[in-house]
């Protein structure tokens, strides 16, 4: 069949839903009598997967009048349904089943509260009956997702009305803020919608990287971030930047339901879901509740109800259209929209500001919202004003913000000279800490950070005893400084985006500031290979042990095993203070009721510590296992622990978490100068040890929680059978 001669007869098998077209059988058998077997195979048997086959090269035709009218009539067609089979593919038509086990995670995530809806029912009371009442809600769930329909009595919302100042005048409507308390099964009913929304958003690449608030991994942080480096590039330029914000008045309560369903066709969801969220907009009631006083029942003609978490996401969406149609940099935090403009001249720059304010407006009156024109502000046009919480001046620059938070943190420390001694540590953290923090990736390498930093010392004498050093007392006290702050923060943000924790913010890895990008660098290889939560854990460590007092002592930092966070490096004292840990933990256990959950709170958790258990020699080890054993013992109540209950309960020896501590280190080169991880790691056979280490690891453990090992030489025995490569 490769060799077939030019000038013969060309014929196509066509496949289609097991269909084949009609060939001339005896043309062909006559000619070619080997190729019934082929045919054979492809007719009868069915042994071809493809749909379409070509046997032979079909001979070209001559294009006719007639061909190409028929053509010209279908392309269109043709182009259309191809362009939906590629868009069918990122549509969100139905939502997947829900099991009981969902119900029960969610209704146990739900905040503690004994706040009533409008039918008498709380979140406690909820969370105390969830396991007799989650396959019934279970099945509603699905139920109601099969029929289209959103229940009617779910539809039902209290309104509790919050005033949004203090010193607002009590007496005017227009100053409260409805909250809405939903129906607690309806809060159910949202949240497995929201995550099915979010994935749905998140999977097709849907988020507006405008958008900074209600979505993981972006805060108003990342919007200053973003905002700000549009803001140095136009400087850098050369040219003459105006910033503007305006704010939309009231957002959540005018947002169209009909446009919004548009939006959401234009993100791919249709069909059962696009139905259902139409049945959930529909017909929505509320009561408001004033003290001891109800209100009559109200339908909602409008709006979104505040206190929903399904609004959140259904306003980003009504929102996405907004970006599009400003041509410039914006920047958006919920309903606060910010955006840059820049030109050779002030005076141009502020006609183009005019102009897109305008182009807002229109926005705004083509999809009934309306400009809070009282909060619009501009700079230079103004001196200062605050946008998310950060001061921004007319020349761009934190002196202004450095002044506002310094009259907030010595606010702070007169509330620590007030407080009682062993309060004051408290009210550090809760009116002092928690201003310092915000904002100070962008603000904590400033020349401005020097003056926050004397009263951040200042607030930790007051902690501390007079006689105390100041570092010891960050150190002792577990306080980080300024610049730890400022590290700490820097790379957790860059980590964060180097292990794709949230891919759609990955368009922030060029607003990061170059300082940041330097630290990140300056790491070992090793330190930047740890999965994000490890490697959090670490510059906390590092970060609170040293009391760094400016970035060079970091970067100069020796992060090899000798230099473990704590005040005691060596290796006896390091493994002593772990023990005394242990030992603490067992009377902790002790003093309160036994059970499983409580043996690994307390104690399994202490001893899967990183690079404690490399560290131990053999007796150390032996030590430690007895001390397990008797811990196991005790909660089952039995007089002795052998292999079996380690394996039958997926917990492991401490021979076998060495086991894994050393092999992790081994392979991360963080224990190299180490003769416990050294020897542990190179009996491993070599195929391994280049091998990918993610496998390798998932294996492993496996491994260990079968074997239960009571000592490394019986994992030497494993490694040295013929069959463990096989079964790595």
Known sequence: MTNRKR???????????????????????????????????????????????????????????NNLSKYFQNVGVDTRETAARRFKSRMFEEFPKVTKVQVERIIQKLKKSDTTDAYGLSNNALRKVKSYISQVVADIINESFEANVYPDKLKLSLIMPILKDVTSNEYDATNYRPISIMPRIAMIFEIIMKEALEDHLLRNNLYLHQQHAYIKGRTGETALLLLFDNINKRLQEGK????????????????DPDILLYRLKECGICGKVLAFINSYLQNR???????????????VRTGLLQGSVLSTVFFNIFLRDLPRNIPCEVVMYSDDIAFVVSSK?????????????????????????????????????????????????????????????????????????????????????????IKLMYAILLWGNTPEAAEIFEIQKEAVRLIGRN?????????QKKIMTLPSLYIQQCLRFLHKLNCNEYRHNQYLRNCVPATAKELYNSLPAHVRSYEFNDFKGKIKNVCLSQAFYNLQEFTEFDWSMKSLPGNEFTRTSYVNRFKRELDNAVEKILSRSIDETTYFVKFQSLLVKDYTLPLCNEEDLNEIFELQKDVMALLLGIDRIDRAVFSNRNILTVPSLYIRKCIRAGFTNAGHQYRNVVELYNHLPGNIRQGNYRKFITKLN??????????????YEVVRNEDFNEVM
């Open 345 to 433: 001249s002030t005076s141009k720059a502020e006609k183009i500001r005019k102009r897109m304010l305008a182009t807002i407006e229109m926005w705004c009156a083509n999809n009934g919202m309306a400009i809070n024109k009282k909060k619009s502000q501009s700079l230079p046009k103004m001196d200062c004003f605050r946008y998310l919480g950060v001061e921004i001046n007319c020349e761009y620059t934190w002196n202004s913000h450095v002044e506002y938070l310094r009259k907030a943190l010595n606010i702070g420390i007169r509330k620590i000279q007030k407080a009682d001694k062993n309060q004051r540590e408290s009210a550090y953290f809760k009116s002092f800490y």
């Open 7 to 65: 000038g013969r007869e060309e014929i196509e098998l066509n496949y289609f839903e097991n269909e084949v077209k009609e060939v001339e059988w005896e043309s062909v058998l006559d000619r070619n009598n080997n190729l019934y077997s082929q045919f054979h195979d492809i007719l009868v048997t069915g042994r071809r997967n493809a749909k379409r086959k070509r046997i032979f090269a079909r001979k070209e035709e001559p294009l006719t009048p």
């Open 285 to 299: 009631e509320t009561i408001v509740k004033r003290g001891k006083l109800d209100s009559d029942i109200r339908k």
């Open 702 to 715: 496996r491994i260990l929680l079968d074997g239960a090992f009571n000592n490394v030489n019986e994992f």
């Open 240 to 255: 003459h930047v105006v910033f503007a914000k305006c704010d939309l008045s009231k957002a959540f309560d005018t947002v």
């Open 467 to 475: 006689t105390m050093i100041e570092r010891d007392i960050f150190i």
